[in-house]
């Protein structure tokens, strides 16, 4: 498994998305995670590195952040505006409807599991390209 440069949160009450990624944007790491269990499995993923830890300020963050501190993972927050829009629409392109479905225009479609990973991801790519937004 290629070692991430950064791994990313998208808070929730009661699951969250995390994703590791390289440097180079290959996602190492994506996956929803119970969010009591969100420690845990950032421990995993990290390893004995140092890696950054990001959360996105959102729903949640603040429980995730006592969690993370609970078990000695220093982490910051960052700006998650319009990721969950960014995460759906990217979720749909790439799950493609089948059948009749396909004919109902992707801004109407509603992902049919959750995306939360997707958003991590986006946060993943926001903090490795320096945007902000």
């Excluded at 004995?48 to 995730?64: A, E, K, L, Q």
């Excluded at 993972?73 to 505006?81: F, K, Q």
Aim: proline share 8%; with cysteine.
């Amino acid at each position: 498994m290629p070692l991430p440069c950064v791994i990313a949160i998208d808070p929730g009450s009661k699951k969250c998305g995390l994703a590791a990624m390289t440097k180079d944007g290959v996602i190492s790491v994506r996956r929803i995670v119970d969010t009591p269990d969100i420690a845990a499995v950032v421990l995993e993923v990290r390893g004995d590195t140092d890696v950054p830890v990001i959360v996105g300020d959102g729903t949640g963050s603040r429980s995730v952040l006592q969690f993370l501190t609970e078990f000695g993972i220093p982490a910051g927050t960052v700006p998650e505006r319009r990721t969950s829009e960014m995460a759906r629409r990217r979720y749909l392109t790439e799950h493609p409807a089948r059948g009749w479905r396909r004919l109902i225009p992707l801004g109407l479609r509603t992902p049919d599991q959750p995306y939360d990973d997707y958003v991590a991801v986006i946060l993943a790519e926001r903090h490795i390209s320096g945007r902000r937004d």
